[in-house]
């Protein structure tokens, strides 16, 4: 998506460990126009699907995800990240492995909110080695949910994620697919995508 790039290209800041910093628009400041925009691209992209909720996960998904789901006209339900395994069993939970801050820790999702009705779309602010997403899969396929597509903002194309979960039949919608990028002279590379606007 243009508009997403440009700003990227404009705004974000390349740090040092293939981290892409983009706290003034994105993952801190968040400008929300430009959020609507990725919703309703979102919305286009996934037309054909019977989407009836939105999953992402705490704490920068929810800001797209809750503006992406004014486009679908859905629920959107968040992956909650929690210090311990609820004894109770009224929830699913899955272990993430965090790629920014390189610790395990467990999300956990209510049952009340999400079961074999349910046809999702997973939203999220990146996609780097895909540990996030994949737990999220992980949750709906503990609920019997059906995973529609995945709507990413910005996937960094060099790490795994967005290959591997493509190898599994999924469909992955990244609005900006970064395919490199360097500390050093600040330049990033962008994979051209035809279908987007
Ligand atoms: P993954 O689980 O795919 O390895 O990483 C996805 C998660 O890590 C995202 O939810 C995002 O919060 C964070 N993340 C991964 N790479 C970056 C990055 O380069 N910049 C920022 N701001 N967050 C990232």
Redesign the pocket.
Known sequence: MKLLEERIARDGVVKEG?????DSFL?HQMDTDLFNALGKEWARLFADCPINKILT?EA??IGIACIAAQHFGVPVVFAKKSQSINLDGDVYSAK?????HKKIYNVIVSQKFIGPDDHILII??????????LGLIEILKEAGATLEGVGIAVE?GF?K?GQELRDMGIRVESLAIVDGMDASTGKITFRPQPSHT
Not at 18 to 22: D, E, G, I, S, Y
């Open positions: 293939n981290v892409l910093k983009v993952n996960i920068s998904g993430i492995e965090s790629f920014t999220d602010d990146f996609l780097a080695n895909g540990c996030a997403v960094k790490q994620g």
